[in-house]
């Protein structure tokens, strides 16, 4: 065998084994909140001023808070959860239940509140879910929910503020 066949086959296997991790280990680059154009669209300097840090690590880069560490994970009052980065009504209290998993769950959200996308990280394949006005990243949906829809919205507490109805 020559050097220079060799050489294409190494480059041939390089290449192959970049391309299996890029599948099983998602992006290379660290995710980021969704990509798009959105009614509000700040710099990371303007959304770091707007949001605390721990806000701004999940909206913004997409990370997920420890479960059962938000309060919201508890609340029970009538009103309705919105996008803590742009203040959009994004779910109604009365599609909220316990999922048992730590963060705050829902079967569905309010009409055009919300936008996905594929989310390959993490070894498998799932849905992202987002602010539609700002892209903020929420967190992700499942197909184990209850009833009508089926869905589980498992989202981060730290990315919604809630609103108690004024009659609650």
Known sequence: MTQASDLTRRTLLTAGVAGLALSVFGRWAPARASEGTFEITLSDAQWREK??????????????????TSPLNAEKRKGMFHCAGCDLPAYSSEAKYDSGTGWPSFWKAEDGAIGTKEDRSLFSVRTEVHCSRC?????HIFDDGPAPTGKRHCLNGVALAFKPAQNA
Request: aromatic share 14%; no cysteine.
């Open 135 to 139: 892209g903020g990243h929420f967190g």
């Open 51 to 68: 949001l605390t840090k721990q806000q701004f690590a999940v909206l913004r880069e997409e990370a997920t808070e420890r479960a059962f």
